[in-house]
């Protein structure tokens, strides 16, 4: 594709035209795909004003995380949710910001989750936060929605992709055949295509973790860590650069552009919890996204998309980006 043809597609062109697999991309999940998009662009616009319509700061309101919500997180539920409960092709939606999830009146089989504006307490200090979304099918459309109707693994996703809102907003998304991104034209409205066929390098010099957690990791990451630390004089051969932005959104987009590996593990502050980022609508969609661009996502002892959840809000260990080096910290994982 030619670099002027790259900047003249925008996303209902690209829904429109593009096979996946041979085929069609099906109406509905069309539908459902622009609705999404069309919610972001707004959402773009209001992250970016900020304090001057007073969105920044708490809501004063608790999450069902018992997280503080932010402003912005409640407004950006409230706006994906009108967003897309008109879409026919939806079943029904489930949200980090919600409990349960919300039968909505479409008569189609999709069902959407998402985390409506992730890495929310870098809003008031106007550093780069995202939307996460994933959708897939409901098994049994004819049944009422219930909550098991969303309990499947990261494999069963027809879609998954991210909004991250920074110096440009710009959409990562995947179909299960390969990964894509869009940024959005502000003077148009317009998501428009800027990259195709998305590929992480299969070794990287450049890791993401929060290094203030150290103390607490698990023999495994801990050993990989030190090991990047270690640089060229140590068992790697080469030095590391390191990268902690905070926001999940922002940390994997630089992942999925330039390689690297993101870890967000499981350790000893919380033993009971299996990690700190939500499996259903944070690492499953990631998770799709790194793998069809090449990459692997683990939560140590398997691959996070073979994961079979058994809570909407589960937790989960992450470690993703580079294939090399996910494969070494899972044998670092089965060595332990
Ligand atoms: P910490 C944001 O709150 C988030 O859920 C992810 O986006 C991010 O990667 C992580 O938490 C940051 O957590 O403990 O470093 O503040």
Partial sequence: MTASSTFNTNFKQYLASTKVKGDAIPAGLQELLLAVADTCSTLSHEVAQGALIGLLGSAGTGNVQGEVQQKLDVIANDLLIDGVQACQSLAGLASEEMELPLPVQGTGDYLLLFDPLDGSSNIDVNVSIGTIFSVLKKQDPAAPLQTADFLLSGRHQVAAGYVVYGPQTTMALTLGDGVVMFTLNKVTGEFVLIKHAVEIAHSTKEF??????????????????????????????????????????????????????????????EPHKPGKLRLMYEANPMSFLVEQAGGASTNGDQLIMDMIPTELHERVSVMLGSKEEIERLQRYHSQA
């Fill in 208 to 269: 993401a973790i929060n290094m203030s957690n150290m103390r607490h990791w698990a023999e495994p990451v801990r050993r990989y860590v030190d090991e990047c630390l270690a640089g060229v004089s140590g068992e790697r051969d080469k030095d590391f650069n390191m990268r902690w932005i905070a926001s999940m959104v922002a940390d994997v987009h630089r992942v999925l552009s330039r390689g690297g590996i993101f870890m967000y593990p499981w350790d000893q502050r």
